[in-house]
């Protein structure tokens, strides 16, 4: 995807729908620090009063309630973050799902690389959401509320904790810097492995029957080691990071607080239950920070695969279209058009020819001179890069190879037209010739296609895909002419069916057969992406 198709976009918002328990969980840390911290300084005042020979059943108390509080209270994060994880990950792949689709298969990526983003991708971004996201805001927020409570009992140490700990999220940017490649890269290994993965299924039956089906399987094996090496350079940074904050960090801290507190002591400021509670203050203060660290992994990979979503996400809004209503319904006009693929092909250069309505053209020339190209351009679902393409009012592509969908004959058919009433699927069926076979052997409309239920020939399911395109009821029709070899009467029959629905409607033929030029009004003749007949005169 290039970048400049998703300038001016804002970049999607990924997390609003979990606001709410994200808030929460993050509410949920400070409590739980400020219960702990309250615990601390219960164990202060039980020490002071058992050094001043006072009563310490208050303290005793006290230290239970909280200590019981914190402990209940630690059974909701769990359940927050599987809350953020799930309402993430359920919008996420509702809204690739939708991208997806309305793009269609022309994403200009592999099936498997879009099915790694949506599966893997978006679990990660989950975890991301629900365990590191509140991490990150909580090791954030809580330091905060300690500090306050040690400035309670000290505020010189307060002082010099606060200054200490923003070193923490400068060493931790520090390392990301690092581990932005390294898990850009884990994240796009592991999208290949699935690639290949999905093509190896796809394509079984050719790998088998080319007897290279081993050979992929090694090339799997080989594409799962890089994936585990991979693995291990993003666990060697996180444990590095992991390092770099305990040691370096719990460390100073300890002793920071131990260091003050002995000193305040000693100074007379404070009273040695203080100075224990400040101690134990400093190592609550550690708490929230080394949860960073732990899950830094998941931070890493989530927004990796965050970034990728995105991508795909952003697929969405360049949905082309072609069409254009200040042309008359069924008028096509092409002007100058140039397109090339993502890997730099050339598969069209200034194109340019207009069809009135009405008119029917034949599009002709060698394999490989943009013939296919041009037609998906005319359907909308390429975007030129050069030029223009417009098209007045719908068009609908009757293809070599018409997919049917397993369900109903009735579900098959208003893909093309939602509303359409039984009576309107009954008439595009009888213009097709198939009213007969659907009767008898689906019987009716809600006979199952497919596997289980009706098995339909290559010339019926042409015949169906031709019923549905009528009853798109379209003003253009672009036409993949079949090749293969049918017998006479099976094309005899969707060629009838064809005529009718090239009745009336302007109509773009890819021709493979003289005898399809024959009947056509004009003829634009394609090589190597360029015009050789047809233009304009
Ligand atoms: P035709 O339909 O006339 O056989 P195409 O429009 O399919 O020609 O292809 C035109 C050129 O674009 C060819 O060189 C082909 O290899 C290339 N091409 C087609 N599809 C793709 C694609 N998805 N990615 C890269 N190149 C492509």
């Known amino acids: 995807m290039s970048s400049d198709s998703t300038t001016g976009r804002r970049p999607e918002r990924l997390f609003t729908v979990a606001a709410g328990p994200l808030r929460g969980a993050v509410l949920l840390a400070l409590v739980r620090a400020l219960l702990?911290?309250?615990?601390?300084?219960?164990?202060?005042?039980?020490?002071d009063g058992v050094a001043d020979g006072g009563a310490v059943t208050g303290a005793l108390v006290v230290l239970g309630v909280l200590v019981a509080a914190r402990a209940l209270l630690a059974m909701a994060g769990p359940l927050l973050a599987t809350t953020i994880a799930t309402r993430v990950e359920r919008r996420l792949r509702r809204r690739v799902l939708d991208a997806v689709?309305?793009?269609?298969?022309?994403?200009?990526?592999r099936t498997g690389e879009v099915v790694g983003r949506a599966t893997e991708g978006i679990d990660a971004v989950g975890a991301l959401a629900g365990t590191f996201l509140p991490q990150l805001v909580g090791g954030m927020v809580v330091p905060l509320g300690l500090i306050a409570v040690v400035a309670v009992v000290d505020w010189p140490t307060a002082l010099v904790l606060a200054v200490l700990l923003p070193l923490v999220p400068l060493l931790l940017r520090l390392l990301e810097r690092r581990f932005a490649s390294v898990s850009a890269r884990y994240r796009a290994t592991a999208d290949?492995?699935?690639?290949?993965?999905?093509?190896?299924?796809?394509?079984?039956?050719?790998?088998?029957?080319?007897?290279?089906?081993?050979?992929?399987?090694?090339?799997?094996a080989r594409a799962s080691d890089r994936l585990r090496s991979e693995t291990m350079a993003l666990l060697r940074v996180n444990q590095l990071a992991l390092l770099a904050v305990d040691s370096l960090f719990t460390l100073g801290t300890v002793v920071a607080a131990a260091v003050m507190a002995g000193w305040r002591l000693s100074s007379g400021a404070i009273t040695v239950g203080e100075a224990v509670a400040l101690v134990i203050l400093g190592v609550l203060l550690i708490e929230p920070l080394t949860g960073i660290g732990r899950f830094f992994y998941v931070g890493a990979i989530g927004?990796?695969?965050?970034?990728?979503?995105r991508e795909l996400l952003a697929l969405e809004s360049s949905d082309p279209g072609a069409d254009d209503p200040s042309l008359p319904p069924g008028a096509v006009r092409v002007r100058s058009v140039g397109y090339a693929y993502d890997d730099g092909t050339e598969a069209l250069s200034d194109v340019s020819f207009e069809v009135a309505p009405g008119e029917r053209v034949a599009l002709v020339g060698p394999s490989g001179a943009g013939k296919t190209t041009l037609a998906h351009l005319l359907l909308g679902l390429l975007e030129p890069a050069r030029g223009s393409v417009g098209v007045g009012g719908r068009s609908v592509l009757v293809s070599q190879r018409?997919?049917?969908?397993?369900?109903?004959?009735?579900?098959?058919?208003?893909?093309?037209?939602?509303?359409?009433?039984?009576?309107?699927l009954w008439a595009v069926l009888r213009a097709a010739d198939l009213a007969a076979v659907v009767e008898a052997r689906a019987g009716g409309l809600d006979?199952?296609?497919?596997?289980?239920?009706?098995?339909?020939?290559g010339g019926e399911a042409q015949r169906l895909a031709i019923a549905r395109a009528l009853l798109a009821d379209a003003d253009v029709v672009v036409l993949d002419e079949p090749t293969s070899n049918v017998d006479l009467e099976t094309e005899a029959r969707i060629r009838q069916a064809l005529d009718r629905l090239m009745e009336g409607r302007t109509v773009v033929v890819i021709a493979h057969r003289r005898s399809t030029i024959a009947g056509m009004d004009r003829v634009v003749a394609l090589e190597g992406g360029r015009m050789t007949a047809g233009g304009p005169t």
């Open 101 to 109: 689709l309305d793009v269609g298969p022309w994403t200009g990526r």
């Open 447 to 457: 006979g199952q296609i497919g596997e289980r239920g009706l098995q339909l020939s």
């Open 192 to 220: 290949e492995l699935a690639a290949r993965f999905l093509d190896g299924i796809q394509g079984l039956r050719t790998l088998k029957s080319l007897d290279r089906s081993e050979a992929y399987g090694d090339e799997l």
């Open 36 to 47: 702990a911290a309250g615990a601390a300084l219960a164990v202060g005042a039980l020490v």
């Open 402 to 424: 018409p997919f049917l969908f397993h369900g109903t004959v009735a579900e098959n058919l208003r893909l093309a037209d939602p509303d359409a009433s039984d009576d309107d």
């Open 303 to 309: 927004r990796a695969a965050a970034a990728q979503v």
